[in-house]
């Protein structure tokens, strides 16, 4: 009884404060770098203690539906656990406060790639429609890689419905918890040679990115890129990431 009334504050607390560091972001600012360049940065959003926090429930198998090596599958090397519902309260936050700033850059995009832009304005909503398409299962997770370690470009897709913008914060120090490990997007664009980008990112930044594609807009209006994400080479120590994937999972 005692420990669950403690408990219970803290948590709600936890939820509605993150909303209100969310609504701090410089928007504008985001939005801008999200139409330059398919990718924005927030400085850092969560606190060293909500990092240690998420990364130390990567060993709590119950909070999680499944766990995949990577190697296992040619996705790289190192390891990630999918989140279950219930998800931990801030990340349940995360995603309810940062989808409605992002759902109208993706109602624009899908407009501007010939699509309905039919994204709704609130996450609770969009759920409603991934689940009604049987994509059910959650896709939050915790990235985990040790020396050595990468991530193969991909794209986080898991059915026909996707969000087309996701979200990874870094949990780790970078130099002091790892060296190496760059959080990388490349960008595939129609006719041309693919460009790279490399994000570097503080603990507990989070790099907002596009999912697969985006819209550019050159000399002759507006043409579609295709962009993947990965990590490369750890070369020491430990590094772990929060990925806030708003679609749910086939
Ligand atoms: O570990 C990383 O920075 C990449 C995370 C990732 O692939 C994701 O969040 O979807
Ligand atoms: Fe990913």
């Known amino acids: 009884m005692q420990s669950s009334a403690k408990i219970a504050p803290s948590r709600h607390q936890a939820g ?54 990577m190697a296992r599958h040619g996705f790289g090397r190192g390891e990630y656990k999918y989140y279950a519902y219930p998800l931990p309260d801030l990340v349940t936050g995360l995603r309810t406060a940062l989808y409605p700033r992002l759902a ?6 899908d407009v501007a790639l010939g699509r ?52 990874a914060f870094l949990l780790s120090a970078p130099d002091e918890d790892f060296t190496g490990g760059a959080f990388v997007l490349t960008e595939q664009r129609p006719r041309m040679q693919s460009r790279a ?5 503080v603990q507990g930044e989070g790099v907002i990115f596009a999912v697969n594609q985006r819209p550019v807009t050159g000399t002759k209006g507006a043409y579609r890129v295709t962009m993947r994400h990965g990590v490369s080479r750890l070369r020491t120590g430990h590094r772990l990431t929060l990925g806030i994937i708003f679609h749910d999972a086939a």
């Open 116 to 167: 309905g832009g039919d994204y709704p304005a609130e996450h609770r909503r969009f759920l409603d429609c991934c689940h009604a398409a049987a994509q059910t299962r959650p896709t939050p997770l915790l990235l985990n890689y040790g020396a050595g370690d990468y991530n193969c470009l991909h794209q986080d897709l898991y059915g026909d419905l996707f969000f087309p913008l996701q979200v």
């Open 16 to 69: 509605s404060d993150i909303a209100e560091r969310v609504a701090h972001l410089d928007w504008p600012a985001l939005e801008a770098d999200l139409d330059a360049f398919g990718c924005a940065t927030t400085g850092p959003l969560l606190t060293t203690a909500e990092c240690a926090d998420l990364a130390g429930q990567y060993k709590t198998d119950r909070l999680f539906r499944s766990r995949i090596v």
């Open 197 to 201: 980008e490399v994000v570097p990112l």
């Open 104 to 109: 109208p850059i993706a109602n624009r995009w």
